[in-house]
């Protein structure tokens, strides 16, 4: 049956020809000359006789074959570090200077105590809400390292290690977490909807891969501004199921952007594993069929995220065109506060990646190596981080949230006469009903 | 999509040439000679295509801002847009098909003029076409995109509600997409059924943070467009398309604004209040005309131009004057935004009202084809509404 479907594909409509006859004819001017010598040949203004379809470039072929997607020996995994954090290959230890590298697991460890203090936080009922960056902060740091620090960035909501990378402080992670004065967002979103204009990161949105479209329009418009600007894109696997990824692949390709496309592969989209996700070869394999050059590598291994994003970068600024980025790792955490993951994964599972291949580990072991990093430093910077982190967190804790007069602004750039007079209206209502509010914790 | 697109097209510009120039290329390519008798020469109203029913009628030439030029309604968007890009050096104007002009013309020249990387197709994507031009205004240039018909608009509405309309409040106004605007041709055309008909400012109207626009008239568009484009906060613009080419008048070549979120009463008068906007405020003028001569009648008759935020005042104003409001468009009757009209303004004006609101609008239905004649809220349902208004 599709040996038939598919001949009538090529002959067209096969009413009143019959099926048997589809079947012994074989498709191209040399199968109708056989069949009928005597009908002349309409022949095209080229001797050669090539497709000549618009719609791609091509040669023709003669056997029915249709192509196997490869899931079984997919796209490499490019690693610069074994899972004991030893260099594979020399040749591709990108030889960051010491202090990048103490900066680089400075960063990741800070982000995982900062995690430990808030995920805690939210189970004692002080933040509503929390995610945490488990297993994950080698992509985070790897990227950022390897970017300018103008790009812009589009993250998903797991990316909080690229903010910190770019030294957005301690203070103002908690003070959006908390929602209270210090925070730029004015309160006005969930925890983790980190934003920075200062530091490049777009304020970050709970609708999967609505970013992606917008990174493209970013790098575009940096692509007309001759801006040098690389702009990052970061979602997870489960995100680019979205066909807000699939629009941002086909324009990135198409209109010529300069952009990376850095997907984190971390096995899970809450309780969704890869297998029921998608079928084909993870994203990276997505890649080429939007014509875009695509690579994947180990997420866990800071080096390779760190050198693939680099030349990415330099390649996609350099030539006008997008990149894709397929880092494979493990979320070791729960999805969010809202999620216990022992309902859908083995905890052998989880402390595998854990104790087995974590990117702070293998980091850590490569510091060892050179002697930038030892038992002693670790202890001491264990107890520095865990005293910033706690000194942050109980400053945060203690001021007061935004007066709820900023519940109304910035809809639009002006406020317009009918949400005037509903703030108007909301004033007068606590005047006589202030009591039934929370109101000393707020700002007047 | 597309091959419809274009089929629509060129029905309008047959309708623009006539129906006698239709019979006349057929009877020359020889095929239909002597089969087909021309519609005119039948004379039975029943098997001819219906004529508008509407009548343009153009505002007076506006000296105030210059030399003016005879424009449709297509004519003053590309005045427009060409304006934008001329003032402006990091706008764009992008989406399906408007690199070779676009399926409605709006678009002709300005490739040529401005560039391949300002002018350009994308693909056929509307959620794509639309958090594209969010991105680019979250630099600061200017992204003007456009859907290709309002009906096609919905693959975008998350990006649309949830990104763009929030995107200034959600980041404490860090970041913001005010330079965006997105274009599209909007409302009945005659012919063109459920998906070529649509109005869907309702849908959009419930979305604080975006600004949706809708004109009557070339003069209008162009100022409107250009308000638009230049306004800090993200706008819809919909183009009545049964009036790209109905509507002539005197429009200004240089750049003019008119401001976003006042309705302008177009007619004042002392007895009703009827509100409109795009292709429906020329069916409420005429059915104006109709109750001055038939009920000795005097309405006063406002468009309402900006959908959201909209302009409360005026139509309160003018109810409070009147004492009767009568509201009316294309869009299905129930949820559409005559609703939010009627409910605001009998909480406002509820002691002057003589009458209940009346809503004249399209039937709870989708927008049908050969049923468009009796589904459109015609001048004889306004008239109809007005008089037991009147005789309440």
């Known amino acids: 049956m599709a040996v038939a479907a598919a001949a009538a594909r090529v002959w067209g409509s096969s009413r009143g020809l019959g099926r048997v006859g589809l079947l012994l004819r074989r498709p191209g001017a ?26 791609a470039s091509a040669e023709f072929i003669d056997k029915l074959e249709f192509i196997q997607p490869n899931v079984i020996s997919g796209i490499p995994i490019y690693r610069v570090m074994d899972r004991q954090g030893q260099i594979i290959n020399p040749s591709e230890d990108p030889h960051l200077p010491q202090e990048k590298v103490l900066k680089f697991y400075k960063t990741m460890t800070l982000l995982n105590t900062m995690d430990r203090i808030l995920y805690e936080s939210q189970r004692q009922g002080r933040i509503s809400f929390y995610m945490t960056n488990y297993g994950e902060e080698g992509t985070h740091v790897g990227s950022a390292a390897a970017l300018d620090s103008t790009d812009l960035v589009f993250g998903q909501y797991r990316e909080a290690g690229v903010l910190m990378y770019r030294n957005y402080p301690l203070e103002l992670f908690m003070a959006q977490c908390y929602g209270n004065v210090s925070d730029l967002g004015k309160g006005r979103q969930m925890p983790v909807h980190y934003g920075c204009r200062e530091r490049h990161f777009v304020t970050i949105s709970s609708p999967l891969a609505t970013q992606i479209p917008q990174a493209v329009g970013a790098a575009y418009a940096a692509k007309r501004a001759n801006a040098n600007r690389v702009i990052i894109c970061y979602f997870g696997e489960g995100a680019a199921s979205e066909g807000d990824a699939h629009a941002g692949f086909n324009f990135a390709a198409t209109l010529e952007c300069p952009i990376i496309f850095f997907c984190r592969n971390n096995g899970y989209a809450i309780s969704t ?16 069929g939007y014509g875009i050059l695509s690579i994947r590598v180990d997420g866990n291994d800071v080096f390779a995220v760190y ?12 030539e006008n065109q997008p990149f894709l980025i397929e880092a494979m790792t493990y979320r070791i955490g729960h999805h969010s506060t809202s999620d216990d993951s022992s309902a859908y994964r083995s905890v052998d599972e989880v402390n595998y990646w854990d104790k087995q291949d974590h990117p702070i580990s293998r980091l850590r072991h490569y510091l060892q190596s050179c002697g930038w990093w030892d038992d002693e430093q670790e202890k001491a910077w264990r107890k520095q981080s865990r005293k910033k982190v706690m000194e942050a967190f109980e400053q945060a804790e203690r001021k007061l949230k935004p007066s709820p007069s900023l519940l109304f602004s910035d809809v639009y750039q002006e406020m317009p006469t009918q949400l005037r007079k509903q703030q108007e209206s909301l004033a007068r209502h606590l005047q006589a009903y202030g009591e039934h509010y929370p109101l000393d914790h707020f700002e007047k | 999509m597309a091959a419809t697109a274009v089929t629509v097209g060129r029905l309008l510009r047959l309708r623009a040439a006539g129906a006698e120039g239709h019979w006349r290329r057929l009877r020359g390519a020889g095929l239909l000679r002597g089969f087909l008798q021309p519609a005119s020469a039948d004379g039975d109203a029943a098997q001819r295509r219906q004529v508008a029913h509407f009548t343009f009628q153009p505002d007076p030439e506006p000296l105030e801002y210059g030399q003016t030029q005879k424009m449709n309604l297509f004519q003053a968007v590309t005045s427009a847009l060409d304006n934008s890009l001329a003032k402006d050096p990091t706008a764009v104007i992008f989406g399906e098909d408007v690199a070779f002009g676009g399926v409605f013309r709006c678009t002709v020249g300005l490739r ?3 560039g391949k990387d300002r002018v350009f197709n994308t693909p056929l994507c509307e959620q794509g076409i639309v958090g594209f031009g969010i991105g680019i205004a979250v630099t600061g240039a200017t992204a003007i995109a456009e859907i290709q018909f309002a009906d096609y608009i919905f693959p975008a509405f998350d990006q649309i ?4 309309a929030k995107y200034r409040y959600r980041s404490g106004d860090l970041f913001n997409c005010g330079s965006l605007t997105i274009r599209s041709p909007w409302g009945c055309v005659g012919h063109g059924a459920l998906y070529h008909s649509q109005s869907p400012e309702a849908f959009f109207a419930h979305c604080p943070g975006i600004k949706v626009v809708i004109p009557r008239s070339p003069f209008q568009a162009k100022g409107l467009l250009l308000s638009c484009i230049e306004d800090k906060n993200p706008c819809i613009f919909f183009e009545p398309k049964i009036l790209y080419r109905a509507a002539v008048e005197q429009v200004p070549i240089e750049p003019y604004n008119i401001p976003l979120s006042q309705a302008e009463v177009i007619q004042e008068g002392s007895d009703v209040t009827l509100v409109a906007w795009g292709t429906q405020v020329h069916v409420v003028r005429e059915v104006a005309s109709m109750a001055h001569e038939k009920l000795g009648v005097s309405c ?72 468009e004649q009796f589904y459109i809220p015609d001048k004889w349902k306004c008239y109809d509404a007005l ?6």
């Open chain 1, 30 to 55: 040399r199968g109708l000359a056989r069949s009928h010598p005597q009908r002349q040949q309409q022949h095209f203004s080229s001797l050669d006789d090539k497709p000549q379809f618009p719609g």
């Open chain 2, 300 to 371: 006063e008759v406002i468009d309402l131009r900006t959908i959201i935020p909209w302009d409360v005042d005026t139509v309160c104003k003018s109810v409070i004057k009147t004492g009767r409001l009568l509201v009316s468009h294309e869009a299905p009757l129930t949820g559409g935004f005559a609703s939010e009209i009627s409910s605001t303004v009998q909480e406002e004006c509820f002691l002057n009202l003589e009458a209940p609101i009346s809503r004249v609008c399209g039937y709870d239905t989708p927008f049908p084809h050969i049923f």
């Open chain 2, 387 to 392: 008089r037991k208004m009147i005789n309440y």
């Open chain 1, 273 to 288: 594993p890869t297998s029921e996700q998608y079928r084909g070869d993870g994203i990276a394999a997505r890649g080429p």
């Open chain 1, 307 to 318: 050198n693939a994003t680099k030349e990415a970068r330099r390649r996609a600024v350099a």
């Open chain 2, 161 to 164: 509600v949830n990104e763009a």
């Open chain 2, 112 to 114: 040529d003029k401005y």
